[in-house]
C-alpha cells in the first residue's frame, strides 16, 4: 500500500515461535481466553459454556491496491454483538506483498454452545509506514479496505474439516461484481498444556538462489491436520545473505505443535521483498524427531517435492538442532492458586488541574447526595476487583501533589492521615481515607509518579527472599504528568521487580502520556541513561471507555496483568509454589 515498494523489514521478523502468551493481546477482547478474568468470574458463582477455538486464515486473489508492489493484508476478526455493535476479537499478523496469503497469527474465541455467535472478518491492506509497527496499536482508518465475509460461529464448527471459505464482498455488502477474492476459516480446538519446547535451528550447504549475493532464508513451520494439509504455526526471522544460518531459538507450546508425534512440515524458503518467496526445500519431521536429531547431533537433508512418490530430489542443504529444551509453562492462575500473593497499592492524584473540590465540576467534588465523583467511581468500581486478588485486603494508600496539614506539597504522602501507617483495610477504607483527604488537602502540584513508583518498588523489592509475592501499583489520575522522563526513569529501575502499575485515567483529558508509559507500542520504555525496561510493566485503563461500555473494568485492568506477572515469573525461573515443593521432595 502506498504506491511503492513495501518496507520489507517487518516481514522478515519472526512470527509464533516467541514463549506462549497467557492472554491475546491483540485487541480488547471478551471472546478471547484471559485465565484471570474467568478465575474471577468463576469465584462469583459465572460458569460459562464454552469452548476455547482458535481461528487460523488464509485468502485467495485479494485486491490489489498498490502500484508498484502487491498488497500487504492483515485479517481483524469481530463479534457482533445483540445490540449490533462491533467488538474486536483480535488481528493475524501482516503479510507483505501477498494476493494468495497464508496467516500464522490465531485469533481466539470462545464458542458458546447456546449462543449465536455473528463474526466479522475484514481485510485490511497495511500502508508501508506501518509495517514495523505492533498490529495492536493500528488505526484502521488510515489502512486500505480489502475485503470483508461474515458468518455464525457454529458453521465453521459443524463443517467436517472446521473449515468454510467465504467470499469477501465490500463494506456492508457493496461493491457490485467486483471480485474481493475469498478468506478461508480453519478452528481448531485448544489444547490445554503446559508443555512447551525451546528449539534452536541451523541450516548448512544451502542451495544459492540469488544472483549478485547469497539467499536469504527462513523456515516456516506448519503442523499436519487429520483433515489433510497443513496449518502454519510459526516462522524464523530471516537471515541475510548466508547459506549456512543459524536462527534464534523458537518457542512453540503443545497447543501448536500438538503432540512430540504430529508430523510438522518445515520448509525453507528464500525471501524476496516482493513477497514472491522461493520454496526451494521442505522435509517432515515430528518434535520427538527433532529431539532426536539433537540428541544425536545429526543432520537431515531437504528434498524437492514431487507429484509422483517416491521422485523427490534430495537436496545437500541440511537441517540441524543446535539447541532441544522442555519447558513447562505455568499459567496464572497456577500461580495465584498455589499461594502466590497478590498485594495492591493505590495513589490517587491531587494535583490543582482536577479543580476546585469545592466547585460540582471537579473531579474531586464531593456531592452532598452521595452521587459519587470521578474517583470514586474508580475506586469503587476497580476496588472490587483488586480487592477479590488481594491476599489480605489492606492497601497502603498514598497521595500525590497535594498540599498536607503541615503546609507542605508532598509527592507521596500517607491517604488517611496518619503519619507512620499507610495501609487502609478494603475498598471501603480506601474510600474513607479518600474522603477524609479531599477534606484535609489543598490541590496543589506539579503531577510527579516517580516518588510512588520509588515507594512502590521500595516495597517490592524488600520481598524478593520470599519469592511469594507480586504486587500492584493503582494509580488513579487525571493524566497530565510533569516528570515524564522522571516516571520513566522509575519505571524502567522497577522494571526487574516483581510489580505491575495500573493507570486508571478519570475525566476527558489527554491520556498521550499514559499511553506512552503504557508502551503497547512494542517500544520498551528507556530511561535517561539509555538503559531499556526489562519487561512492560504499565498499563493504562481510561475510565471513560469503561464508562461508556467499551471495555468492562475486570477486561480492562486484567487484560494485561497475567502476561506481566508471568513475564516476571519466567524470567526470574520462579514456579508455581506446589511444583516447587514437588520438586524439593521427589528423588533427584
Known sequence: MGGCFSDVRGGKDAVGGDLPRPTEPNANNDGAHNDAIEFFYRAHGAYPLFTQLELSFSASKLLDLDVTSKSDPMVVVYLKKNDGKLEELGRTEVILNNLNPVWIQKVSVAYQFETVQNLIFRVYDVDTQYHNVPVKTLNLRDQEFLGEGSCVLSEIVTKQNRSLTLTLKGKNGQGGLRNFGTLTVHAEETIASRSAVEIKFRCAHLDNKDLFSKSDPFLRISRTVETGGSIPICKTEVVDNNLNPTWKPLCLSMQQFGSKDTPLVIEWFDFNSNGNHILIGKLQKSVADLETLFKEKSGVNFFIPSSRAGHEKVLKGQLFVDQFCEKEQFSFVDYISSGFELNFMVAVDF??????????????????????????????EVGQVIQFYDADKSFPAWGFGGRTANGTVSHCFNLNGNASESEVVGVEGIMAAYDSAVRNVALSGPTLFGLVVNRAAEIAARSLSSNNKYYVLLIITDGILTDLQETKDALVRASNLPLSILIVGVGNADFKQME?????????????????????????????????????????????????????????????????????????
Open 516 to 588: 506512552i508509559l503504557d508502551a503497547d507500542n512494542g517500544q520498551r520504555l528507556e530511561s535517561s541513561t539509555g538503559r531499556i525496561a526489562m519487561r512492560d510493566i504499565v498499563q493504562f485503563v481510561p475510565m471513560r471507555d469503561v464508562q461508556s461500555g467499551q471495555i468492562s473494568v475486570v477486561q480492562g485492568l486484567l487484560e494485561e496483568l497475567p502476561g506481566q506477572l508471568l513475564s516476571y515469573m519466567r524470567s526470574m525461573d520462579i514456579k508455581p509454589l506446589i511444583f516447587n515443593a514437588a520438586a524439593q521432595v521427589s528423588p533427584a
Open 351 to 380: 494535583t490543582g488541574s482536577n479543580g476546585d473540590p469545592r466547585k460540582p465540576e471537579s473531579l474531586h467534588y464531593i456531592d452532598p447526595y452521595g452521587r459519587l465523583n470521578s474517583y470514586q467511581q474508580a475506586i469503587t
